[in-house]
C-alpha cells in the first residue's frame, strides 16, 4: 500500500456541501431529534418534501462520508408582504415554505443545524457562507432571520432581553446562537416576542436578524414604460355576418380596435373564428372545404392586425385563425404587441368535432407572454377546460389570462363560462372571455353562435363580491371594458381570507408540463 493510500485511508472527514436530496431525509430527522429533543424534534417527512421540492436550491446540507451532519434551510420572500411583526410560523407557511416568492427580495433563514459532534469544525460557518453566497448569486437585499436567544433563561431574572443583546455584543455574555451570528456578520434589527412560543430556553424571544448584501443591484426605475399596477382590457362581442371578402371583415375589425384605443385600451381581445364568415366564400359547402380555405387567409389577417397594433397603440389578442402547417390543420391565437412583435398560442385541445369534421390537430406548446401591462396567458374556449393548464399558466407567474371561445349552444358557453370562473379562483389571476353571436345561414356545421363576453376575478372581499368583474348583454355585438388592479393579486395571494397559492400542498402534489 503507497503512503498516498494510507493518508486517504486515514483521514478523519469527508466533507462536502452540496443541496439537501429527498433522501436525506433520514439524516435530517436524526439530526433535529437530536437537537430538538426538547421542543418537539423533528420536522415530518411532509415539511421536508414541501421544502426540496419548492425551492431546492436554498436547501444546504454539508455531509461527512454520505452522512448529512449539517444542514440550513431558505426561502425567499417578498419581505414587504410580511414586515418585522412576523411569527416563524406566519413567514416560513408553517415550515411547508408555501411563502416561497421567486421573485422576493430576501433570502429568510428557515432552519441551521449542526450535529453536535462536529461543533468546532466551523460548520455553521460554512453553511452562512454558502447561504451568503447563494442571497448573492440571486440578487437579494439581505438575508434575514429569527434567531433563538437560548441563554437567556439564566438571565431573564436580571436582564431584559434588549439588556441581554447588549451583553452578548459586548462578549460580557455568550450566546450559542447569537455569538454566532454576530460574528458572521449579522446586525440584530430588533426583538421579536412570541416568535417561537414554545422555546422556553428562550423565554419566547427572538431577534430579528439582518445580513445586508452589498452587491445587490436594485432595478433602476424607469419614468417611462415602466410595468403597470393597472391594465384596461377591452372585449368585442363579435357579431357574425357576411362579408365579401376579407377586406370587409378587416375594416369591422379595425372599426372595434379604433373603438377601443380612444377609451386608451391596453389590450384588444377578438373571439375564437372570429373570420369564421370567409368561410362562407368557399367554392364547395363542404365544411372541411370551408376550413381549410379559411386558412388561406390567415397571414392576410395577421400582418393587417399586427399592423393596426401598432398603428393604434394597443396589443391585440386576434382571437383565433387555422393555420395549415405540414400539410396539418392548426388553431392558433395570435398575440400582436403594440411594439410590432407577434406571438402565438395553438389550442392544445381540438373538440371532437374539430378534430372528426375538420382533421384539425392540437399543439404541443404553452407559456405565458409579457406586455407591457403585465404577464398574461391564452387558452383557446376548450382548453379552458382542463385545470391543468392554467396551473402551469399561474406557476409561471400569469396575472391575466384570457380565452377567446365560440360556442354554439348555451350549455356549451357555460362550460366555458363556469370552467373560466374556477380557473379564476383557483389561480388567483383575473380571466376574460370573448365570443361571438348571430348566424351563418351560409356556413354548414357553424351556422348558429350563442355568446356572452365577461371578465372575471377571483373571490375574495378586494373582488366583485360574485367575482363578476362585468360582463355584457347576451348574444348582442357590443365591447366591454374593464380596468383590473393587478397590484390586488399580490396583495390576495398573501393577505387573502384563503390563500390557494400559499395554501397549497406542494408536498403532495403538482401539475408538470411534459410538453416541448
Given at each position: 500500500m503507497s503512503q498516498d493510500q494510507t493518508q486517504i485511508e486515514e483521514t478523519e472527514h469527508h466533507l462536502d456541501l452540496r443541496n439537501l436530496r429527498l433522501d436525506d431525509y433520514n439524516d435530517v430527522k436524526d439530526l433535529m431529534d437530536k437537537v430538538y429533543a426538547n421542543v418537539g424534534g423533528a420536522w415530518p417527512?411532509?415539511?421536508?418534501?414541501?421544502?426540496?421540492?419548492?425551492?431546492?436550491?436554498?436547501?444546504?446540507?454539508?455531509?461527512?462520508?454520505?452522512?448529512?451532519?449539517?444542514?440550513?434551510?431558505?426561502?425567499?420572500?417578498?419581505?414587504?408582504?410580511?414586515?418585522?411583526?412576523?411569527?416563524?410560523?406566519?413567514?416560513?407557511?408553517?415550515?411547508?415554505?408555501?411563502?416561497?416568492?421567486?421573485?422576493?427580495?430576501?433570502?429568510?433563514?428557515?432552519?441551521?443545524?449542526?450535529?453536535?459532534?462536529?461543533?468546532?469544525?466551523?460548520?455553521?460557518?460554512?453553511?452562512?457562507?454558502?447561504?451568503?453566497?447563494?442571497?448573492?448569486?440571486l440578487n437579494l437585499k439581505s438575508i434575514m432571520a429569527g434567531g433563538r436567544i437560548p441563554n437567556y433563561r439564566n438571565h431573564a431574572q436580571e436582564l431584559t432581553p434588549y439588556e441581554y443583546i447588549e451583553q452578548v455584543k459586548l462578549k460580557d455574555i455568550?450566546?450559542?446562537?447569537?455569538?454566532?451570528?454576530?460574528?458572521?456578520?449579522?446586525?440584530v434589527k430588533q426583538?421579536?416576542?412570541?416568535?417561537?412560543?414554545?422555546?422556553?430556553?428562550?423565554?419566547?424571544?427572538?431577534?430579528?436578524?439582518?445580513?445586508?448584501?452589498i452587491y445587490y443591484e436594485p432595478g433602476t426605475p424607469s419614468l417611462i414604460a415602466s410595468r403597470k399596477l393597472s391594465a384596461r382590457i377591452g372585449c368585442i362581442q363579435w357579431q357574425m355576418r357576411y362579408f365579401n371578402n376579407v377586406e370587409e371583415l378587416l375594416q369591422q375589425v379595425e372599426y372595434f380596435v379604433d373603438a377601443l384605443s380612444d377609451y386608451s385600451c391596453d389590450v384588444a381581445l377578438f373571439p375564437e373564428f372570429f373570420n369564421a364568415p370567409l368561410m362562407g366564400l368557399c367554392p364547395t359547402e363542404s365544411s372541411i372545404d370551408a376550413i381549410w380555405h379559411l386558412a388561406t387567409y390567415t397571414d392576410e389577417i395577421l400582418t393587417s392586425v399586427s399592423h393596426l397594433a401598432v398603428s393604434y397603440n394597443i396589443t391585440i389578442i386576434a382571437g383565433s385563425m387555422p393555420?395549415?402547417?405540414?400539410?396539418?390543420?392548426?388553431?392558433?391565437?395570435?398575440?400582436?404587441?403594440?411594439d410590432g412583435t407577434i406571438?402565438?398560442?395553438?389550442?392544445?385541445?381540438?373538440?371532437?368535432?374539430e378534430k372528426e369534421d375538420w382533421i384539425m390537430k392540437g399543439g404541443n406548446s404553452l407559456k405565458t407572454f409579457d406586455t407591457d401591462f403585465g404577464k398574461i396567458g391564452v387558452l383557446i374556449c376548450y382548453d379552458v377546460e382542463f385545470p391543468e393548464l392554467a396551473r402551469v399558466l399561474a406557476d409561471q407567474e400569469m396575472q391575466i389570462l384570457f380565452v377567446p371561445f365560440w360556442t354554439d349552444t348555451k350549455n356549451g358557453y357555460l362550460r366555458v363560462r363556469r370552467c373560466a370562473q374556477a380557473r379564476a379562483i383557483e389561480n388567483e389571476c383575473y380571466v376574460a372571455i370573448a365570443g361571438s353571436v348571430g348566424n351563418l345561414p351560409k356556413v354548414d356545421n357553424v351556422d348558429?353562435?350563442?355568446?356572452?363576453?365577461?371578465?372575471?376575478?377571483?373571490?375574495?372581499?378586494?373582488?366583485?363580491?360574485?367575482?363578476?368583474?362585468?360582463?355584457?348583454?347576451?348574444?348582442?355585438?357590443?365591447?366591454?371594458?374593464?380596468?383590473?388592479?393587478?397590484?390586488?393579486?399580490?396583495?390576495?395571494?398573501?393577505?387573502?381570507?384563503?390563500?390557494?397559492?400559499?395554501?397549497r400542498r406542494r408536498d403532495l402534489y403538482r401539475v408538470e408540463w411534459m410538453g416541448d
Open positions: 417527512y411532509s415539511n421536508y418534501k414541501a421544502q426540496v421540492t419548492t425551492f431546492s436550491d436554498g436547501q444546504i446540507c454539508i455531509e461527512d462520508k454520505g452522512k448529512v451532519v449539517a444542514f440550513a434551510i431558505s426561502v425567499i420572500v417578498d419581505y414587504d408582504q410580511f414586515g418585522d411583526k412576523h411569527s416563524y410560523d406566519e413567514i416560513t407557511g408553517d415550515a411547508y415554505l408555501t411563502t416561497h416568492d421567486p421573485n422576493g427580495d430576501v433570502l429568510y433563514g428557515v432552519e441551521v443545524i449542526v450535529c453536535p459532534e462536529y461543533r468546532g469544525l466551523r460548520l455553521g460557518r460554512r453553511l452562512y457562507e454558502a447561504r451568503k453566497e447563494l442571497c448573492r448569486n455568550y450566546d450559542p446562537i447569537l455569538t454566532f451570528q454576530l460574528s458572521n456578520g449579522f446586525e426583538v421579536m416576542t412570541a416568535y417561537l412560543p414554545e422555546d422556553e430556553a428562550s423565554q419566547g424571544y427572538a431577534t430579528l436578524l439582518q445580513w445586508h448584501n393555420v395549415v402547417e405540414d400539410d396539418l390543420l392548426y388553431n392558433v391565437s395570435y398575440i400582436c404587441k403594440r406571438e402565438s398560442q395553438y389550442k392544445l385541445h381540438p373538440t371532437p368535432h348558429i353562435q350563442y355568446g356572452q363576453t365577461a371578465v372575471f376575478s377571483p373571490s375574495d372581499f378586494a373582488f366583485p363580491h360574485d367575482a363578476i368583474v362585468s360582463e355584457t348583454t347576451p348574444n348582442t355585438e357590443m365591447t366591454l371594458i374593464v380596468d383590473l388592479d393587478l397590484d390586488k393579486l399580490t396583495k390576495l395571494q398573501n393577505e387573502g381570507s384563503v390563500r390557494n397559492y400559499l395554501d
